[in-house]
């Protein structure tokens, strides 16, 4: 190590490794991507490769944990930047709409897998049903602020409102799915509004 250096400093060859996995397995999936597609694309040699990552799978997990850990930033930002009770809920769904709009889109990243991986017991499946049981868990604390006794059904709504609009934003015009995808997040957070407003009149 030169004299100076910190001793955590993160690796530039794994970091371009994993940066060039992403782009590539979220653009063309993962099973048509063989590790040596991976190697030459990062300029790294193959020996380097199998340094930071002993197999393709233990690349394909660090992908996924990328994603994840991109997907918590934005919602942590959204959450942090917008008061409760409604407001983080929208503020995450716009972020979503937003993202299906953008260039490159290629629909969610962890249901793309999920298609690749259907294993329940396979580690890569594991860890996409961790993201999306994370993803739920954060909308049911975030939708109890708003109408706590339907906050579970309806943080399940709202995922099932950002799965189909992920998958459509592929297939139609994009603008318009977003759109359909919002209004449905808001007229959910408006019934359980309205739910939570006669309770408290009664």
Known sequence: MKRGAPADRP???????????????YAEG?????VD??????????????????????LILAYLREVHRMDR?????AIAANPP???????????IAEGIQSPGFRGCAFLNAAAEYPDADHPVHREIIA?????????????AQ???????????HF???????????????PALVAETFLRGVEGLLRINAERQSAESAS
Do not use: N
């Open 85 to 95: 009770p409604a407001d983080p809920l929208l503020a995450i769904a716009g972020a």
């Open 146 to 156: 708003v109408h706590k006794e339907t906050a579970e059904p309806a943080a399940r």
């Open 131 to 143: 993201h999306r049981q994370w993803f739920l868990d954060t909308l049911t604390t975030l939708m």
């Open 73 to 77: 930033g934005a919602v942590g930002a």
């Open 159 to 173: 995922v099932m409102l950002r799965d189909g609009a992920m998958a459509a934003g592929c297939l139609f015009d």
């Open 30 to 34: 993962i099973h048509s991507v063989g």
């Open 37 to 58: 597609r991976i190697i030459a694309e990062a300029k790294v040699t193959r020996a380097t490769f199998y340094r930071h990552f002993p197999s393709k799978e233990d």
């Open 11 to 25: 690796s530039e060859a794994r970091s371009r490794l994993l940066s060039t996995a992403t782009k590539i397995f």
